[in-house]
């Protein structure tokens, strides 16, 4: 999202030692997405002080009539490795809609 392993690192670690700190004071939040919604704005709040992401160049192929089939067949790991190779935010949305992690209410929360 950032486009900065660094900077990426350097929000992880602070989204940690929150969720730490919290826990430790027995004052985790009871939505369960909060953890994600905290990187999310902490990234933005990155991206927005000068750092942008990196400009992607992506080729454009249309779409096998037989596409959703294949995808079906896919075992969980190999729909894992696939979803890994997509540039941000391509491999968020496709993460959180393939893998059903979240109910439709919780993407929406999450991708505001």
């Not at 992880?12 to 905290?38: C, T």
């Not at 079906?72 to 890994?84: D, F, R, T």
């Not at 391509?90 to 059903?100: C, M, N, P, S």
Request: net charge negative.
């Amino acid at each position: 999202m950032l486009g900065d392993a660094a900077k990426a690192q350097e929000v992880f670690e602070a989204i940690m030692h929150d969720a730490a700190l919290r826990a430790a004071q027995g004052e985790l939040p009871k939505d369960r997405l909060w953890m994600f919604n905290d990187a999310r704005w902490r990234c933005l709040e990155v991206s927005e002080a000068g750092l942008q992401a990196e400009e992607v160049e992506m080729e454009e192929h249309e779409l096998a009539a037989t596409a959703p089939a294949q995808i079906a067949q896919l075992e969980p790991q190999q729909l894992a490795v696939w979803i890994s190779g997509a540039p941000d935010p391509q491999r968020t949305a496709l993460a959180l809609f393939y893998l059903d992690e979240f109910s439709h209410e919780e993407l929406l929360m999450l991708t505001e």
